[in-house]
């Protein structure tokens, strides 16, 4: 079985040189900038001697069915990607019409006797990915988090295959991806009260940005509140009277992921703002003697605007 399989592969490695040398004087006419067979040529920003010395003197072969001669299955699944759907009548600029070679690179060598020599690390494979995707959501990749824990792009990216609806996440949804490190995120989410990202009405990265960002924990946004102002509006103000609390963070009171009091709440009812008021203060006043009863809804109870209160009678959120 495997010396039918050694044979079997080196004819198509015959093929493979075959379809090269059939396919040199085409590439020596269509003289391509900087052509010379005798070395590596320069496309994209990755130094592919550098990534491995293997590639010294390889040349594009840029053309997909020289591959196909031995990577058949591969390819009919990569054809199916957004890369191999933009790529696959020639792409938009030099580095593009490379196509697999963009991120295999330069692949006369291999062609023509291929083994498994050339397999990249995550992190060749990310300098191979920031050739064409270093702007956008990409710009504070170097800095974050994720790069510093040496994740690449293959970390979560599977590109060679269609797995997911968008984004060709390595899983078929976002979270999935993500739980497979965050496992305590996962447990979060799971509690009663929680953003729908389980419902699918949100993901990670209606709150994150996983490439990297100005902010802390890779929010999208430049601090907690800014990113939940972007859906919860009415919680930006401005107020007449501001609650102090809710203007330094969201997250005094409430957990972004889940918990299980209502409300995302990180704590149940009167304990919540006892955290930083006494309550003694003014129940000892006679007026709120009986009825001022920390159970139940507690203090908001009386305290409704405790985000803030645009009431001029509202300076203690009571109305
Ligand atoms: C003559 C057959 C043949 C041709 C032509 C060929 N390959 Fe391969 N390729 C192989 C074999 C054999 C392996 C090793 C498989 C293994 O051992 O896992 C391989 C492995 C690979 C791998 C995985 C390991 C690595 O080096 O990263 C990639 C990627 C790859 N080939 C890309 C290409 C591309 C792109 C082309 C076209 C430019 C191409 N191959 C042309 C036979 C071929
Ligand atoms: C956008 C970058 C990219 C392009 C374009 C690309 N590949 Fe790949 N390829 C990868 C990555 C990354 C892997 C490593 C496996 C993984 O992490 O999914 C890989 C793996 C492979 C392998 C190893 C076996 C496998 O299927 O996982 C082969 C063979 C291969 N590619 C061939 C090709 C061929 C042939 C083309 C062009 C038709 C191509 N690739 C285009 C990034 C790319
Ligand atoms: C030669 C340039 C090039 C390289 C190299 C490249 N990409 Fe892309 N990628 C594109 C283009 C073009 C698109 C189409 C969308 C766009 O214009 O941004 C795209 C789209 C994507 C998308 C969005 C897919 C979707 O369905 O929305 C992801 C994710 C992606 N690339 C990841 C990668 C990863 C991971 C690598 C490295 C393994 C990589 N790319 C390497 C050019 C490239
Ligand atoms: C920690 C997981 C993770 C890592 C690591 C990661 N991505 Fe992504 N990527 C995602 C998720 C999730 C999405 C979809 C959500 C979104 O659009 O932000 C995405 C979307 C994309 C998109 C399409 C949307 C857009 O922003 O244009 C591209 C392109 C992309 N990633 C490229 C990359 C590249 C290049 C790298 C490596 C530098 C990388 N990703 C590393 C998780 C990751
Ligand atoms: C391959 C594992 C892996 C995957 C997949 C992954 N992460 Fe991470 N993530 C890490 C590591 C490692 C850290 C570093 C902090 C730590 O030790 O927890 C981290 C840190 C973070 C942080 C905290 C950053 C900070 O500055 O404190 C956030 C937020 C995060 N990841 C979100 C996500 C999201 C959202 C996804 C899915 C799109 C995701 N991660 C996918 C491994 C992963
Ligand atoms: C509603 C917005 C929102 C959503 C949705 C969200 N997060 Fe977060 N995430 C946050 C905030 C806010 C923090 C805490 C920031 C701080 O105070 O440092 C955080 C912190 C984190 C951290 C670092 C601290 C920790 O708990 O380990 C990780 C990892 C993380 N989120 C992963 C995820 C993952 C995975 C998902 C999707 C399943 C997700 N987040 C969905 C807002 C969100
Ligand atoms: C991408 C939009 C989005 C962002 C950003 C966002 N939220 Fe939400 N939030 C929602 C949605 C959707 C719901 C569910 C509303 C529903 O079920 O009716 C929700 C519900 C809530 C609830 C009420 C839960 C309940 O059970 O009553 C609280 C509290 C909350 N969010 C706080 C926050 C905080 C704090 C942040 C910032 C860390 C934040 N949200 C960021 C979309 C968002
Ligand atoms: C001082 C504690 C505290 C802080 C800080 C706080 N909240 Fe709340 N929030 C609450 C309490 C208590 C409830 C539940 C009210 C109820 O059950 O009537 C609540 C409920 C909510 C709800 C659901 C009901 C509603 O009013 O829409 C949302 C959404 C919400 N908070 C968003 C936010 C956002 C966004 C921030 C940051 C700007 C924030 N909260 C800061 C205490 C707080
Ligand atoms: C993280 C600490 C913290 C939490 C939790 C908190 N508060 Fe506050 N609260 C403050 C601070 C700080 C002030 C501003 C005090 C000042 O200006 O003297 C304030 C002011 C107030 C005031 C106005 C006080 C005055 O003297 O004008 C009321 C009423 C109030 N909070 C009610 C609540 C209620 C109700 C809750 C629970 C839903 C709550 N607070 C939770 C920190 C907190
Ligand atoms: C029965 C209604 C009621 C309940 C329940 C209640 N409060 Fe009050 N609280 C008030 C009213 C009314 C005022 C305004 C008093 C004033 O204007 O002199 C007030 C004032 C305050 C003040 C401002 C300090 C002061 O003495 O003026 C704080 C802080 C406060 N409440 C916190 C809380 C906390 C914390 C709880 C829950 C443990 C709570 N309240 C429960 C009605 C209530």
């Known amino acids: 079985m495997k010396l039918a399989k050694r044979i079997l ?22 003289g391509t900038a900087g052509a010379k067979p005798a070395e590596t040529q320069k496309v994209g920003s990755v130094d592919w001697v550098k990534v491995n010395p ?11 069915a020289v591959c196909a001669t031995c990577h058949e299955d591969s390819m009919k699944a990569y054809e199916g990607t957004m890369h191999g759907r933009q790529f696959m009548h020639g792409g938009k600029n030099a580095l593009q019409s490379m196509d697999c070679e963009s991120c295999h690179g330069p692949r006369s060598k291999h062609a023509a006797d291929p083994d498994a020599s050339l397999k990249m690390s995550t992190k060749q494979y990310t300098q191979a990915c920031m050739q064409c995707h270093q702007g956008g959501g990409r710009m504070h990749w170097q800095s974050s988090r994720h790069q510093a824990s040496e994740l690449g792009c293959t970390s979560c990216h599977t590109v060679m295959k269609r797995q997911s609806d968008k984004a060709l996440l390595s899983k078929p949804n976002e979270a999935a991806v993500c739980y497979s490190c965050h496992t305590n995120v996962r447990g979060e989410m799971q509690k009663s009260s929680h953003h729908p990202v389980r419902e699918g009405k949100m993901s990670c990265s209606s709150c994150h940005n996983t490439h990297g960002s100005t902010g802390k924990s890779l929010l999208k946004a430049a601090t907690v509140n800014e990113t939940c102002y972007t859906c919860h509006q009415e919680k930006r103000g401005p107020f007449l009277f501001e609650h102090a609390a809710v203007r330094e963070n969201c997250g005094n009171c409430h957990s972004a992921h889940g918990t299980n009091n209502p409300s995302l709440l990180e704590t149940k009812g009167s304990f919540l703002c006892l955290q930083c008021h006494s309550y003694g203060g003014h129940i000892n006043l006679p007026r709120y003697n009986r009825t001022s009863n920390p159970y139940g809804q507690g203090c908001v109870n009386c305290h409704t605007t405790q985000h803030g209160s645009n009431s001029p009678s509202g300076a203690k959120f009571t109305r």
């Open 54 to 64: 293997a590639f010294a003197q390889a040349t594009y072969v840029k053309d997909k």
């Open 9 to 30: 592969g080196s004819w198509r490695a015959i093929l493979g040189m075959g379809l090269l040398l059939a396919l040199a004087p085409t590439a020596w006419a269509q």
